[in-house]
Structures are given as structure tokens and as C-alpha cells.
T-cell receptor, first 114, second 113 residues
Framework: DGGITQSPKYLFRKEGQNVTLSCEQNLNHDAMYWYRQDPGQGLRLIYYSQIVNDFQKGDIAEGYSVSREKKESFPLTVTSAQKNPTAFYLC?????????????FGSGTQLSVL | SQQGEEDPQALSIQEGENATMNCSYKTSINNLQWYRQNSGRGLVHLILIRSNEREKHSGRLRVTLDTSKKSSSLLITASRAADTASYFCATVPVSGGYNKLIFGAGTRLAVHP
């Protein structure tokens, strides 16, 4: 069964703590993306990666970091520098590394601050 | 930066009626895409229309694109209760890189049995 798996579904962060959100895909897609969604709003791009070992900042990269060591995996770390991390985080992938067309999304991770 | 803006923000209709959602954007685009999101879930791609296309159909969905007005519409015909969801338009701007898909705030559609 091909798709994108995000874990955990719910995550809680304490003050000053870094947390890592997992995203794994078995679609053999080259490009992967991280978006943040706040209540009642659209998605904002955090980071994207067109190919292994390469990634680019999106519109709201401050306070976040990523890595792309394997084609299948694109973990997102929310650092303590991100002062307002509470949001719904969505990972996506697309087959075309040259353009963001027909993104496939995971089911999301809800991050809350304790 | 939010490029697309959907209108209306919320729409409530009866089963069997048609639902029309509109999207406006600000800069020239490579393509425009529509996605659906059920509450608390990820998004699902519905349809993509390129800047040189004017209309596209997929099942009960019809999408139009007017690049002169920088606007698009999504029509869902003969709606069903299962169509209840949020619908987002997303654009790939010509400038800024083809990997930057920019989403609007969405239209919340409620279809009542």
C-alpha cells in the first residue's frame, strides 16, 4: 500500500525542547515538502526538498530544520527557537522534482505546547 | 505569503445542489490546483489546470481558469453529504520557483442530507 506516513499523530512540546516529526514515503517520489496549517487558514510552506541531500527554505523556515539523507524520509525538527509551534503539520511528496504538481499528503501531526 | 484567496469562506447547501467555489490570485502562474481536506486529515489532490487551459472536468468536478482576471472556479455538481470538506486552491507562481505551491485559506463546504 503506497503512501505517506506521518508520525506521531499528536505531539506535545515542553518549553525549550526540540521535537522531531517523522515523514516517510514509499511512492518513490523525488520531491518532499513540509507545510504548517493554523486553524481556519491555508497551508504555509516550511521547507522542501527536490532531491536527496538537498533542501530549500520555504516561506516560514525560521525555527525549523530538516534533513534529507534518504529518498524516503524527510524529518522536520521544530526547535526551541520556534516560539509559536502549535499547529497542524503536513508532509507531502510529488513525483516531479521540477515542479509542485499533484502533491500527495500524509495525515498530519498535531503539535501542541505544554 | 498567501497568493490564492477563496470565496466564499463557507458554503452550506442541500444534497443534490451544485456548489461553486471561487479562487483569486495575484501573480502569473504556471498552474492552479484544487485540493480537498476532510477535518483533521491531510489534503487530497482533485484537479490541476495549466495556465494555457481554460476548463477541465473530472467526474462531478468542473474547473475553470481565467488568467486575465487571475481567477478560477471549482464547481461540484449534484453534491453529496460526503462532499462535506474544506476545499483549497493552490498556485505555482511563474516567479519564485516551480516547487513553491501556495495555498489559499480555503472554502468550508457543508452538504446537508
Amino acid at each position: 500500500d503506497g503512501g505517506i506516513t506521518q508520525s506521531p499523530k499528536y505531539l506535545f512540546r515542553k518549553e525549550g525542547q526540540n521535537v522531531t516529526l517523522s515523514c516517510e514515503q514509499n511512492l518513490n517520489h523525488d520531491a518532499m515538502y513540509w507545510y504548517r496549517q493554523d486553524p481556519g487558514q491555508g497551508l504555509r510552506l516550511i521547507y522542501y526538498s527536490q532531491i536527496v541531500n538537498d533542501f530549500q527554505k520555504g516561506d516560514i523556515a525560521e525555527g525549523y530544520s530538516v534533513s534529507r539523507e534518504k529518498k524516503e524520509s524527510f524529518p522536520l525538527t521544530v526547535t526551541s527557537a520556534q516560539k509559536n509551534p502549535t499547529a497542524f503539520y503536513l508532509c507531502a511528496s510529488s513525483i516531479n522534482s521540477q515542479g509542485a504538481e499533484k502533491l500527495f499528503f500524509g495525515s498530519g501531526t498535531q503539535l501542541s505546547v505544554l | 505569503s498567501q497568493q490564492g484567496e477563496e470565496d466564499p469562506q463557507a458554503l452550506s447547501i442541500q444534497e443534490g445542489e451544485n456548489a461553486t467555489m471561487n479562487c483569486s490570485y495575484k501573480t502569473s502562474i504556471n498552474n492552479l490546483q484544487w485540493y480537498r481536506q476532510n477535518s483533521g486529515r491531510g489534503l487530497v489532490h482533485l484537479i490541476l489546470i495549466r495556465s494555457n487551459e481554460r476548463e477541465k472536468h473530472s467526474g462531478r468536478l468542473r474547473v475553470t481558469l481565467d488568467t486575465s482576471k487571475k481567477s478560477s472556479s471549482l464547481l461540484i455538481t449534484a453534491s453529496r453529504a460526503a462532499d462535506t470538506a474544506s476545499y483549497f486552491c493552490a498556485t505555482v507562481p511563474v516567479s519564485g520557483g516551480y516547487n513553491k505551491l501556495i495555498f489559499g485559506a480555503g472554502t468550508r463546504l457543508a452538504v446537508h442530507p
